[in-house]
């Protein structure tokens, strides 16, 4: 089955960078869409980066546009995001995810993804 494990989470000051990582198993992961979601307390989980099957096309949330970067290494299975320029209302738990039939990811945007992993929590001080 599809196993999404995300990494890389912790707590930081404002302005501060962070890397999340997030390894795929059980899907042929070179051929899969891929993006990130968060979910701060008390609010309803959002899309925050999308990547296609070869890397060439991403997407941003505007809230993070100019700041984070998502990539991702089809020969080690796994997708990134570089947060940089943190602040407190980046604070969430991050979540990667992906959606059958969707290399270019634009339905995990639009409509969510099919498959989620456990979240990896991001805090950010002031």
């Known amino acids: 089955q599809v196993q999404l494990v995300e990494s890389g989470g912790g707590l930081v000051q404002a302005g501060d960078s962070l890397r999340l990582s997030c390894a795929a198993s059980?899907?042929?992961?070179?051929?899969?869409?891929m993006g990130w979601f968060r979910q701060a307390p008390g609010k309803e989980r959002e899309f925050v980066a999308g990547?296609?099957?070869?890397?060439?096309?991403?997407y941003y949330a505007d809230s993070v546009k100019g700041r984070f970067t998502c990539s991702r290494d089809n020969a080690k299975n796994t997708v990134y995001l570089q947060m940089s320029s943190l602040k407190p209302e980046d604070t969430a738990v991050y979540y990667c995810?992906?959606?059958?039939?969707?290399?270019?990811?634009?339905?995990?945007?639009?409509?969510?993804?099919?498959?989620w992993g456990q979240g990896t929590q991001v805090t950010v001080s002031s």
């Open positions: 995810a992906t959606r059958r039939w969707d290399p270019i990811a634009t339905l995990i945007r639009d409509l969510g993804p099919d498959y």
């Open positions: 059980g899907l042929t992961f070179s051929t899969y869409g």
């Open positions: 990547i296609s099957w070869t890397g060439g096309n991403t």
